[in-house]
């Protein structure tokens, strides 16, 4: 059976942290210069709905690395945005590639994409999901401070994809989540149900008080448009900024997928504060992914 990666939960946790421990062993041997191609001949399609710097960046040198090749579509410049299904598309694409990459709003769509795809297919984002992200937010923190097991989590914010995606991290990486949002910007509320791991507090000092890591996303993601101004109100007092990480453990981290808006859901100064580890975390979407399709491509 065709295996995809459209939510965390499509793996166990056992496949998560073997991924993890891999994206670092890839890591170190691009690092020490060693030549890894196990993907020569091989082809990833990624359907681009939406803009990305770094999904795109990562996926594509991923391929290169790894001997193999990447091809950016978008919806405009294809059948896709002349309504051709996604299911005919899936189908056209499975006879010439060998995995496809989708980043678009509607999970849906993605899913029905997989139902049709013979070959793997992996979520670059969609509004209720942002799996390859977490690979390496995973992957960052255990190369800085090891097992994230037993761990508290802060997540501050916007309860939108990327809290979803660490909802489902805190059931199968077992740490505790605590989510800080505004009334009304809570993450899905059936995978809070589903664990035992996440819960909603009062306030982002409450999230944060005592925290190994502290993480945030921007208060507009692509699918708020036209909300901005609004979403500015409704967030005000939810900014992570170095007094509200002072809260957090001695050795803290602060993460954040990017991109980031400096002067609203960070200040200005906080990317440069010595806990943050977003350039690394940047960085580590590239040798997460590299294991990602190493693992969905040759099975290990
Ligand atoms: N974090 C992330 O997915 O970045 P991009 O939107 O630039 O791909």
Avoid at 15 to 32: I, S
Avoid at 247 to 269: K, N, T, V, Y
Avoid at 274 to 279: F, G, I, K, Q, T
Wanted: charged share 20%.
């Amino acid at each position: 059976m065709t295996r995809h990666f459209l939510t965390l939960s499509d793996f166990s946790a056992d496949d998560l942290f073997a991924l993890v421990e891999r994206a670092t062993v890839l890591k170190g041997l691009h690092r020490r210069g060693v030549r890894y191609q196990p993907l020569v001949g091989r082809t990833l399609a990624m359907i681009f709905a939406l803009k990305s710097t770094r999904t795109r960046v990562a996926f594509e040198t991923a391929m290169h690395q790894l001997g193999g090749h990447a091809l950016v579509i978008t919806a405009d410049d294809s059948q896709l945005g002349r309504g051709e299904p996604v299911e005919d598309t899936a189908r056209v694409f499975a006879e010439m590639v060998d995995a496809v990459m989708i980043r678009t709003l509607d999970h849906g769509r993605v899913e029905s994409f997989a139902a049709a795809s013979s070959v793997p297919v992996v979520n670059g984002m969609t509004s209720r999901f942002h799996p390859c992200q977490l690979l390496a937010d995973m992957q960052t923190y255990s190369e800085r401070r090891g097992d994230i097991r037993g761990a508290t989590v802060a997540f501050v914010g916007d309860g939108y994809n990327m809290c979803n995606s660490y909802v489902e991290a805190a059931a199968l990486f077992g740490f505790q989540l605590r989510i800080a949002t505004p009334p009304g910007h809570a993450p899905e509320a059936g995978l809070l149900a589903a664990t035992d791991n996440a819960a909603l507090v009062d306030s982002p000092a409450e999230a944060v008080t005592g925290a190994d890591l502290v993480v945030t996303d921007v208060w507009s993601s692509m699918g708020h448009e036209g909300e901005e101004a609004a979403r500015l109100a409704v967030f005000n007092g939810y900014q992570v900024t170095p007094e509200l990480l002072d809260r957090a453990s001695a050795d803290a981290l602060f993460m954040h997928c990017l991109p980031a808006h400096r002067g609203e859901e960070i200040s200005a100064d906080l990317l440069d504060d010595p806990r943050s580890a977003v350039w690394e975390e940047a960085g580590n979407r590239l040798h997460s992914q590299k294991a990602l399709l190493e693992y969905l491509l040759l099975g290990r």
